[in-house]
């Protein structure tokens, strides 16, 4: 089949939708003049940052002195575990149920100005760590069932603070998309005997054109069925359901793979590059979750420059997804890019990638 040419639809295997892609409307989807961004300065420390080391958060509680990771209950939580036991139900039309949750905060490192791209593979381990201990402590909330864990970065991902964190949201329910990526992926264990993610994530090492970048234990793809620009989906080669499961080193390797594809990002537009980061993992309950396979999601509306955005209009919103760029296409732009962030290079780097 030609991916390359012609309109056509794909499958996304863990949910079960469709993006419509029409690569002949932009045959060199990138020959316009690529607008490269910069990077502002920022402070080490912002005395108005809400989380930076002991400043006073929106809540009035203060930030101890901390010097690596500090996660704590978000002051304006989305989600309280205390609340009426309350539903509604007018003809099956009108439906309402109280959702009881926590909203948990995890600072990425004291720094105000150290992100995922900047930090070391070693700080970076810390965050895994630490997202590894909210999803254990999720799995002993008495009420919880899913816990995602999710990073958004840049303002037009919603960000409500410019200093690197994280949230962790527990829910008494499982959420819509992790739903039926359990449903999924238990149907095909079911049909086939095998993983899905596991049997998926080969295939990409074999084919190789929408491998992002690689290491021991995990591949940075751009998914056959990315709705997105710069999509991607980070996956463990191992069958681990979630990240408490993973032994030490294949969390070293998490950490660096992540640190990797990160900088590829901010390399793309010499900018630091937004997005939204989530992963999923099995749900917190007692339940056999054997056909698990844990993974991140990114997700970024940049196009073809930090000003050019895809929005979800028209087409998309009435009917399915759509995109014009295919995969195989941004995965080449990003895998190209350097492991070097353009911040750190030095004049003979640039004169060796000229070359």
């Known amino acids: 089949m030609n991916l390359a040419d012609f309109p056509h639809k794909r499958l996304n295997p863990l949910t079960g939708d469709w993006v419509l892609i029409s690569p002949h409307r932009t045959k060199r989807p990138w020959q316009e003049r690529i607008e490269q961004g910069s990077s502002p300065a920022v402070p080490a420390y912002d005395t108005k940052c809400f989380l930076c080391p002991g400043n006073q958060r929106a809540g009035n509680a203060r930030n101890p002195h901390y010097e690596t990771t500090f996660a704590f209950d978000n002051d304006l939580s989305a989600l309280l575990p205390d609340i009426p036991v309350e539903s509604m139900n007018e003809r099956n039309l009108l439906v309402a149920r109280g959702e009881r949750g926590l909203c948990r905060v995890i600072c990425h490192s004291p720094r105000h100005d150290l992100s995922l791209p900047l930090l070391s593979t070693v700080e970076i381990s810390s965050i895994v760590d630490a997202w590894a201990n909210e999803f254990t402590d999720s799995c002993d909330n008495e009420f919880a069932k899913?816990?995602?864990?999710?990073e958004n970065r840049g303002d037009i991902t919603g960000a409500g603070s410019?200093?690197?964190h994280s949230q962790a949201w527990s829910t008494e329910t499982i959420p819509t998309v992790p739903a039926l990526e359990t449903a999924r992926q238990r149907e095909y264990a079911e049909r086939t005997g095998s993983c899905l993610l596991c049997d998926y994530v080969k295939l990409e090492v074999q084919m190789q054109s929408r491998l992002i970048v690689t290491n021991e234990h995990f591949a940075a793809v751009s998914?056959?069925?990315?709705?997105?620009p710069h999509e991607a989906l980070v996956i463990p080669f191992g069958h681990y359901a979630d990240i408490a499961s993973m032994p030490k080193t294949v969390r070293e390797d998490f950490a660096d793979i992540l640190n990797k594809l990160t900088i590829r990002y901010d390399n793309l537009f010499s900018s630091p590059f937004p997005y939204s980061m989530g992963i999923h993992q099995r749900p917190?309950?007692?339940?056999?979750?054997?056909?698990w396979h844990c993974h991140a999601h990114f997700f970024s509306p940049v196009a073809r420059s930090l000003s050019s955005r895809k929005l979800m209009a028209g087409y998309e919103v009435l009917a399915m997804p759509h995109r014009d760029t295919t995969p195989e296409d941004a995965a080449r732009r990003l895998r190209n890019c350097s492991e070097v962030h353009h911040t750190k290079r030095k004049p003979e780097d640039e004169l060796r990638n000229a070359e």
């Open 284 to 291: 917190t309950t007692r339940d056999d979750h054997s056909p």
């Open 162 to 164: 410019s200093h690197p």
């Open 223 to 228: 998914p056959f069925w990315a709705v997105w």
């Open 146 to 150: 899913y816990v995602l864990i999710f």
